[in-house]
């Protein structure tokens, strides 16, 4: 089965906290590429990072870093010293590679950051 | 990385009537898909689109309902045939690029009275 779970609905922080979403995956699918998008209010899916399956380096991109870990199907999105501008819905996504070009999107966290 | 634009960004439509949503993008892609996210929900497929050859429906979706044109590699359109209260959604399409990156259209926020 192909599947994306993201166990946190909801999360409200206080702005400069560090906040943590995760996502956990499952495919039987041996080459596959892992996404994060961010969905802001006005409703347009924001890109954030693709990671190749082979590729198990762990990632930071500013106050984003992205913590990749194959041994338990996990791939988690941390945002440092967070800010109001980072409330949005963030969706994680998995392509297995051998397959159609289908992505397979998680439920979403919601993220408040608040003042 | 391609761009998408994507319009009307919102509308609001009568139950019955039909609204056609286009993407361009503005360099060639190879798959073309529409998605469909319901107030508060994930995004869930509606359909690849092909070009030159009719698209491919995910379970649950039919071409009566959601007609989808891809004349050519940089430019389709959904059509919402019928509409009911119950269509009221956020629409997007999505390209993949010659990279195997994906990108997504701004959206288009219906709401069916």
């Known amino acids: 089965a192909q599947k994306v779970t993201q166990a946190q609905t909801e999360i409200s922080v206080v702005e400069k906290e560090d906040v943590t979403l995760d996502c956990v995956y499952e495919t039987r699918d041996t080459t596959y590429y892992l996404f994060w998008y961010k969905q802001p209010p006005s409703g347009e899916l924001v890109f954030l990072i693709r990671?190749?399956?082979?590729?198990?380096q762990n990632e930071i991109s500013g106050r984003y870093s992205w913590n990749f870990q194959k041994s338990t199907s996990s791939f988690n999105f941390t945002i440092t010293a967070s800010q109001v501008v980072d409330s949005a819905v963030y969706f994680c996504a998995l392509r297995p590679m051998n397959r159609d070009d289908k992505i397979i999107f998680g439920k979403g966290t919601r993220l408040h950051i608040l003042p | 990385s391609a761009v998408i634009s994507q319009k009307p960004s919102r509308d609001i439509c009568q139950r019955g009537t039909s609204l056609t949503i286009q993407c361009q993008v503005d360099?060639?892609?190879?798959?073309m898909f529409w998605y469909r996210q319901q107030p508060g929900q994930s995004l869930t497929l509606i359909a690849t689109a092909n070009q030159g050859s009719e698209a491919t429906y995910e379970s649950g979706f039919v071409i009566d309902k959601f007609p989808i044109s891809r004349p050519n590699l940089t430019f389709s359109t959904l059509t919402v045939s019928n509409m009911s209260p119950e269509d009221s959604s956020i629409y997007l399409c999505?390209?993949?690029?010659?990279?195997?990156?994906?990108?997504f259209g701004s959206g288009t926020r219906l709401t069916v009275v």
């Open positions: 360099s060639q892609v190879t798959m």
């Open positions: 990671r190749n399956s082979f590729d198990e």
């Open positions: 999505s390209g993949r690029g010659q990279g195997g990156g994906y990108t």
